[in-house]
Nanobody
Framework: QVDLLESGGGSVQAGGSLKLSCVAS????????MGWYHQAPEKARELVST???????TYAESVKGRFTTSQDNAKTTLYLQMNSLKTEDTGMYYC???????????????WGPGTQVTVSS
């Protein structure tokens, strides 16, 4: 069981920055990789970035060079630093705990309730 709670969303103008956080707790968390997903209005949820339990990160092409995923040393908090935000980055951002890397052994798939990001032109 893993519990996740995102924070840090808000409204920002295009070109601005936001930093999202996701606090994770539960027995499984040390065996799981963590990910960020984005769901734009009326669109499907898309994977933005992942960080595996060995620290390996991946990014969607649309955010490479603009977003950075990191974790604290205890792996209890996941971060998403978002720079040079664009209007198309608007939507809900969800934190997830799943298996992403070869060394992950997450027993399930867990999601937070999400945090809203709105980028205006």
């Amino acid at each position: 069981q893993v519990d996740l709670l995102e924070s840090g969303g808000g409204s920002v103008q295009a070109g601005g920055s936001l930093k999202l956080s996701c606090v994770a707790s539960g027995d499984d968390i040390s065996r799981c990789g963590m990910g960020w997903y984005h769901q734009a209005p009326e669109k499907a949820r898309e994977l933005v970035s992942t960080i595996a339990s060995d620290g390996t990160t991946t990014y969607a092409e649309s955010v490479k060079g603009r977003f950075t995923t990191s974790q604290d040393n205890a792996k209890t908090t996941l971060y998403l630093q978002m720079n040079s935000l664009k209007t198309e980055d608007t939507g809900m951002y969800y934190c997830a705990a799943e298996t992403y890397g070869r060394y992950d052994s997450c027993s399930g798939s867990w999601w937070g309730p999400g945090t809203q990001v709105t980028v205006s032109s």
